[in-house]
């Protein structure tokens, strides 16, 4: 079955600071990527994600991340954070044969001091 | 139109007690999700629905748990003989199902911060 690991569980920024948050998967076949983000008192919302093609994927509010299958990670990048981006970020993976079974990482809690 | 809304919004019980939470799906997603975030965790994913059916079960934590949807709508996640261990925030999601190995995006509801006493 697949998992998924982020392996920062809070990271505190400073405003303009580049961020990239990590995440590994386990899973050897076909997967679809996401991550999903969850501001205070906000439902989680898509982020970006990611199922063929050009391995690096942008989303909204100037996030991206970079499949490298090799790796098996996925991780999320920002070049300059802003204050606003102070959210939980979850990583996700389903996989080709079982598509709607969406499994979520633990996630990571991001900090921006204004 | 509206959003995945879930109820009730909070729910207290004591233990041993059966309890029912509710997910209104976005009109028209066929497919929905049921998951649980227990404090300082991610999201554990429960079961999903194409349709009425649930292809998929394992991620039901045990028999006291159970879930269904009836009219490809509305769906209840019933817990009978609650245990203190599932406390958690219950979330709902609906999306428009897949498309060739592919899910469409998953849109969440509010959750449903349950404590059992």
């Known amino acids: 079955a697949q998992s998924v690991s982020q392996h920062n569980h809070h990271v505190i920024l400073s405003e303009a600071a580049s961020l990239e948050l990590g995440c590994n998967y386990s899973y050897g076949g076909t997967v679809n990527l996401f991550w999903y983000v969850q501001y205070p008192g906000q439902h989680l919302q898509l982020l970006l994600k990611?199922?063929?093609?050009?391995?690096l994927v942008k989303g909204i509010k100037g996030f991206e991340a970079e499949f490298i299958k090799s790796k098996f990670s996925f991780n999320l990048r920002k070049p300059s954070v802003q204050w606003s981006d102070t959210a939980e970020y979850f990583c996700a993976v389903s996989t080709y044969s079982s598509a709607s079974k969406i499994i979520f990482g633990s996630g990571t809690r991001l900090s921006i001091r204004p | 139109g509206a959003g995945v809304s879930q109820s009730p919004s909070n729910k207290v019980t004591e233990k041993g007690k059966d309890v029912e939470l509710r997910c209104d799906p976005i009109s028209g997603h066929t497919a929905l999700y049921w998951y649980r975030q227990s404090l300082g965790q991610g999201l554990e994913f429960l079961i999903y629905f194409q349709g009425n059916s649930a292809p998929d079960k394992s991620g039901l934590p045990s028999d006291r748990f159970s879930a269904e949807r009836t009219g490809g709508s509305v769906s209840t996640l019933t817990i009978q003989r609650t245990q203190q261990e599932d406390s958690a925030v219950y979330l709902c999601?609906?999306?428009?199902?897949?498309?060739?190995?592919?899910?469409?995006?998953?849109?969440f509801g509010p959750g449903t911060r349950l404590l059992v006493l």
């Open positions: 990611y199922f063929s093609g050009d391995p």
């Open positions: 999601a609906s999306s428009l199902g897949t498309s060739g190995g592919v899910p469409e995006t998953q849109y």
